[in-house]
């Protein structure tokens, strides 16, 4: 079953807005990783938080953990119509086990 | 090589007909994935490889399925018997086995079958 639930399942904001993606799992985790997707390729990795971090920055990006909660948000900031992607959260609980998708979230960014 | 790489990037076949998808990944990447996605789904997981270790084989939908790994990199999918519900997109990711596992994926292969 999926370890990671993405919520909203679809996001739809005008460019300059904030795109704020919300993800729920429920084992205990070493860290959980953002990745995107464009029209069906292949998935690229953006960014990672420790189980021991609680907000972590990459650019426009900014997701923070709450473990006690578990569950993990990516906001993007001054979203742009290139941001128009899906994004999914992935969960690792560590050695000897493997990376865990949730199902993703569609971005809209409207020029 | 620069990253991971899949062949064919595009593969039509007839229903009934066995399909074989190859991936590349990143040279030293120890683990491997295999996942499927249908049109405007999330990502089914569907084989895990990491090192020398068993296969975590639990994500393969049907005995038509199988995968294996040769020396430790390149790793092929098959799909006997093809049916069409087998239509999809097949991702292949790698990554290490440490640190933090950040996965690196391939263009995928589009299967189509008729």
């Known amino acids: 079953s999926q370890q990671g639930e993405e919520d909203p399942q679809a996001l739809s904001i005008q460019e300059g807005e904030n795109a704020t993606m919300n993800c729920s799992y429920k084992t205990s985790i070493n860290n959980l990783q953002w990745y995107r997707q464009n029209s069906g390729r292949g998935l690229v990795h953006l960014i990672l938080?420790?189980?021991?971090?609680r907000e972590k920055h990459s650019g426009r990006l900014r997701v923070t953990l709450d473990t006690s909660k578990k569950s993990s948000s990516l906001l993007i900031t001054a979203s742009r119509a290139a941001d128009t992607a899906s994004y999914f959260c992935a969960t690792d609980a560590g050695a000897n086990s493997k990376l865990t998708f949730g199902k993703g979230i569609t971005l809209s960014v409207r020029p | 090589g620069a990253g991971v790489s899949q062949s064919p990037s595009n593969k039509v076949t007839e229903k009934g007909k066995d399909v074989e998808l190859r991936c590349d990944p990143i040279s030293g990447h120890t683990a491997l994935y295999w996942y499927r996605q249908s049109l405007g789904q999330g990502l089914e997981f569907l084989i895990y490889f990491q090192g020398n270790s068993a296969p975590d084989k639990s994500g393969l939908p049907s005995d038509r399925f199988s995968a294996e790994r040769t020396g430790g990199s390149v790793s092929t999918l098959t799909i006997q018997r093809t049916q069409q519900e087998d239509s999809a997109v097949y991702l292949c990711?790698?990554?290490?086995?440490?640190?933090?596992?950040?996965?690196?994926f391939g263009p995928g292969t589009r299967l189509l079958v008729l």
């Open positions: 938080i420790r189980s021991n971090e």
């Open positions: 990711a790698s990554s290490l086995d440490r640190g933090t596992r950040a996965q690196y």
